[in-house]
């Protein structure tokens, strides 16, 4: 809020585009889920919530916390972010952890898109399981109004 | 240092097998480069840096901070891990980063290893160039004595 | 052959679904290059080309040979397939290779989708450049009518 | 075995480096597994077969089907290969499919090393179980004398 008040951005027209790409908010994925993001802090770091969305229909996943951090939204177009995601799970004591690495890039009608790869492991029980923990995939974040 | 003169810890043998694991200290990757994590706080996050070894001879990087997180190596024989490093390159403005997410095991001669895959991503120009931001790779790591 | 020729699917409106699904034909990737697959032999392979599309914007890439194999599309509804394209590159000796994995599927109006992750080798030089070697990402292909 | 008698090539004996890293013959890989490739075609194909070895201890894998091409071997010191496993797999009617691509390098004693990044998909049973379909990691191979 105090940075839309700032008397410096209120001067420059051309900061508003800067000022999207900001992760802070909610996002729906691809695949039906919601991510809530905080307020970044000054160094681009953020918390949040990933939360199994009404076309998930996978009641197995809780919400979950994140925790990441941006590149400077005013600095760059297309700022990059990082964040993992501690999965909560009901019934179950597995451990799974993603990391999510991405880009946010704004569409001509100044729609927001997150791209981001990741990766999700399940923690193996032993050494030669580990070939297997690993999964990979993409996700695409619009967010939501 | 308090860990190992703790009353109930010194009184419990058993949990001398849980006290490795913790990433704190210094370790080498299969690559030749070094990288220093420091003390974990109490819910599992530690910093620290990522540094091009004498092996690497690409002086391009330049010490890059890291910032993660991992499980509770008192409560599992093998914790996993996750961390984020933000690559300071020499002559480049270019953003890099890297998100690894592992596990550590240890082998029968109590040497403990880091299994991890990285996602690195160099910041895309544009969205149509979103396509080849990524590269995946593993990295091993064994801790410097 | 025996399948189309057989009495009791010959009398079946719902194998029409399970005849969808075969790569043979042209599609198109989310990034705007175009593929075109030959007829399938009876054990399901198939060769074809790659071509930069128009939308790409990339005269870098010329047309490429692929091939590849998919899983029996007479007998599950969503098969799976794999294909390797060797890259064709105008002013460059370097060798790129992408690997394909992916799977079929049929929307509920009858349009078929390829889901496919892929990982692109770029030759590395020497094995102290094979860690950067590999990108990884996503494709999505839908035909062209 | 024409290669090796062949009167250019006894006369060359710079030749004898560019006839390392062809694929055929038998590897090990570093998860204990076994591989068999065959004499490769003029144009650089091969098959072969992916065995569970004695230390895999995993009985669920068969002898499995292998199909790939590499580059050619006396054109480039470290040639590019891919190949694509079916897998056989006991007691599960599961779709699994890897594909490897990777490169050939040759160490100072002459040892021949094989890296490569591998995608697995495990057939999804429905477009909304695709996210998780696909696992990546690395394998390195080493020859069987």
Redesign the interface.
């Known amino acids: 809020a105090d940075l839309l008040t700032s008397p410096i951005l209120s001067w420059a027209p051309s900061t508003v585009l800067a000022l999207q790409c900001l992760l802070s908010g909610s996002w729906r994925s691809d695949?039906g889920c919601r991510m809530v993001v905080s307020v970044l802090s000054k160094d681009g770091r953020f918390s949040g919530s990933y939360l199994p969305g009404p076309a998930a229909?996978n009641s197995e996943i809780l919400t979950s916390p994140l925790?990441?951090?941006q590149?400077d939204a005013r600095l760059?177009p297309?700022p990059?972010f990082?964040f993992?995601v501690h999965w909560q799970l009901r019934d179950s004591d597995t451990?799974r952890?993603?990391?999510?690495?991405?880009?946010c890039?704004t569409g001509t009608n100044g729609e927001e898109?997150l791209?981001a790869?990741?990766?999700?492991?399940e923690?193996?029980?032993?050494?030669?399981e580990?070939?297997?923990?690993?999964?990979?995939?993409?996700?695409i974040f619009t967010r939501i109004k």
Not at 97 to 103: E, H, R, V
Not at 117 to 121: A, P, T, Y
Not at 131 to 138: F, H, N
């Open positions: 695949t229909g925790e990441g951090s590149q760059v297309h990059t990082s993992i451990t952890t993603t990391a999510f690495l991405g880009q890039y898109t791209h790869l990741w990766l999700l492991r923690a193996a029980d032993s050494p030669a580990d070939w297997k923990a690993t999964r990979v995939g993409t996700s």
